[in-house]
């Protein structure tokens, strides 16, 4: 069966939630009709003419991008204007355009872990965790006789659902003690007298956004005219996913050894690959970042790492780090080193397993799609010399 472009959104939306990315980031569908049917997909880095070009060539319904097109607000997508021209060009030829940006970056199986998968890093965790979801605990006292279907509303509500479990409850019992006042109708015991009932302790975590459908659903399940419950706000903690990975190498590496290896493991560019440190320092304990790395700095020195791989580290965040490195050694060898990539470099990695997913998941839900990565070179560098000697005139 055919996907529309709604299908494929949504498959990409669940692997790289929009809600995870930065505040001031711009991601998910940006050109297409939802029911549109799409056969072909094609991924790239960055949503450049040439990049629209192959789409466009290979007959793509959908053209999925890491960078965005229109981070920037604008007031205009005429022609007139190269972003504008290129919308004008995917939508004639019938091409929609989606991005996942720091959504990517920070998800399982996105750019930071491809990034770090490709330089042989182990046990990696998030540089920077995300938080995890905010949860509710809802707790409720409910007759032993009705704690099952109270847990099955909570459960149909969006309680209950703990990792790959649903329906989780944690239940005790004990005794409950009320008096109904006049104009009360109770479900159990008489105005006036003092009634003792067995009763079960139901306790389930929910998601913060389901508060109210959960509360609802409880008193609509439960028997009692007032139900006796708890809502406790948990605390948030440090979640599985964020910004940037952080893990060790299967054996330390001096640091020349590390960069090379490194160089080999990411697409070639005009830049290269860049060190800063003592070439002969021992490399284990490894911090990546694809993209632009340098506001991640504190972060990186928290982690306590040897290297920090990363991209578009510019003149003076990396001197003022290779300096602070220094003084806070007191004489002992500066960490972390730093391995300075071309931006699309450290990201490209990223496409090929997304394209692998995309792929998976549309083929679990009944549908398929092609798909193809672009590997056309986007970086907008496109020579290096190499410098060997001094500037005429200087000794």
């Known amino acids: 069966m055919t996907a529309t472009l709604a299908d494929v959104v949504a498959a990409l939306d669940r692997r790289y939630p929009p809600g995870t990315a930065e505040q001031w980031d711009r991601v998910g569908l940006a050109a297409g009709d939802p029911d549109a049917p799409v056969r072909r997909v094609l991924l790239a880095v960055d949503p450049v003419a040439a990049v629209v070009d192959e789409a466009l060539a290979w007959e793509a319904d959908l053209l999925v991008t890491h960078h965005p097109l229109l981070l920037r607000p604008v007031h205009s997508v005429a022609a007139t204007t190269f972003k504008g021209a290129l919308l004008h060009r995917l939508v004639r030829g019938g091409c929609g355009l989606y991005t996942a940006h720091t959504n990517a970056d920070a998800a399982h199986g996105g750019v930071a872990e491809a990034l770090a998968d490709a330089i042989g890093l182990v046990g990696t965790e998030p540089l920077v965790p995300a938080d995890a979801p905010a949860l509710d605990k809802h707790v409720v006292m409910v007759p032993v006789d009705d704690a099952d279907r109270l847990v099955d509303a909570l459960a149909g509500a969006g309680a209950g659902h703990v990792g790959a479990y649903e329906r989780c409850a944690w239940t005790t019992t004990g005794e409950g003690t009320f008096t109904p006042l006049p104009g009360a109708t109770p479900a159990l015991g008489t105005v006036g007298r003092r009634e003792t009932v067995a009763e079960a302790r139901v306790e389930m975590v929910a998601p913060r956004h389901r508060r109210a459908a959960v509360v609802a659903a409880m008193r609509a399940a439960h028997p009692y005219e007032e139900p006796a ?36 493991a990411v697409p070639a560019t005009a830049q290269g690959v860049r060190y800063a440190g003592d070439r002969d320092m021992p490399v284990r304990r490894v911090a990546v970042l694809g993209g632009s790395g340098d506001s991640l700095f504190d972060a990186v020195r928290a982690a306590d790492v040897d290297a920090y791989v990363t991209a578009d580290l510019r003149h003076h965040p990396a001197s003022e780090q290779q300096e602070r490195a220094a003084f806070d050694a007191r004489g002992g060898a500066p960490r972390p080193a730093l391995v300075d990539l071309a931006h699309s470099a450290s990201e490209w990695l990223w496409l090929p397993r997304a394209a692998q997913a995309l792929r998976d998941d549309l083929a679990a839900a009944g549908t398929t799609v092609e798909t193809r990565v672009s590997t056309r070179r986007t970086d907008p560098w496109t020579g290096h010399v ?10």
């Open 229 to 264: 419950f708890d809502v406790l706000e948990l605390a948030t903690l440090p979640g599985a996913t964020g910004l940037g990975r952080v893990g060790t190498l299967p054996a330390p590496q001096p640091l020349h050894a590390f960069a090379a290896a490194v160089a080999r």
């Open 386 to 395: 190499p410098q060997t000697s001094p500037p005429e005139g200087t000794t």
